[in-house]
């Protein structure tokens, strides 16, 4: 699978360089969350999108290289047909109709036999 996407300035994305996140303060988390650094910005991206709150994704910055991708990008990065990992959260585009992404289907719990 292709290593390279193409970012907005037209810049071809090296999936493979080192990466690193700057995610926002997320206020409700009593441990913040800080810079991190990836070996791959494929690794930082699945983090960015898998891993933290949603509300956070919103305030993140990647940086790879000499370009920068806020929330929207990281996320349309996750999305593209180019992201070299495997995904486990589904996209808008497989959800189906009527289904939020990233929700779960509710899981029955059987009852407990009471003695």
């Given amino acids: 699978m292709a290593e390279k996407v193409q970012s907005i ?3 071809a994305l090296d999936f493979a360089a080192p ?5 926002t303060r997320y206020r409700r988390n009593r441990r913040p969350v800080g810079y ?7 690794l930082a991206i699945r983090y960015a999108v ?3 709150p949603a509300p956070l994704l919103n305030g993140t910055y990647l940086q790879v290289q000499d370009q920068r991708f806020d929330g929207e990008g990281i ?4 999305e ?14 497989d959800a189906p109709e009527g289904e939020a992404p990233d929700s779960a289907p509710a899981k029955s719990v059987d ?4 003695d």
């Fill in 9 to 11: 300035r037209g810049e």
């Fill in 111 to 114: 009852p407990i036999p009471q």
């Fill in 80 to 93: 593209s047909e180019d992201y070299p990992l495997q995904r486990t959260v589904q996209s808008a585009e």
């Fill in 19 to 23: 990466a690193e996140l700057f995610p």
């Fill in 36 to 42: 991190k650094r990836f070996d791959t910005a494929a």
């Fill in 75 to 78: 996320r349309a990065l996750y």
């Fill in 50 to 52: 898998e891993e933290l």
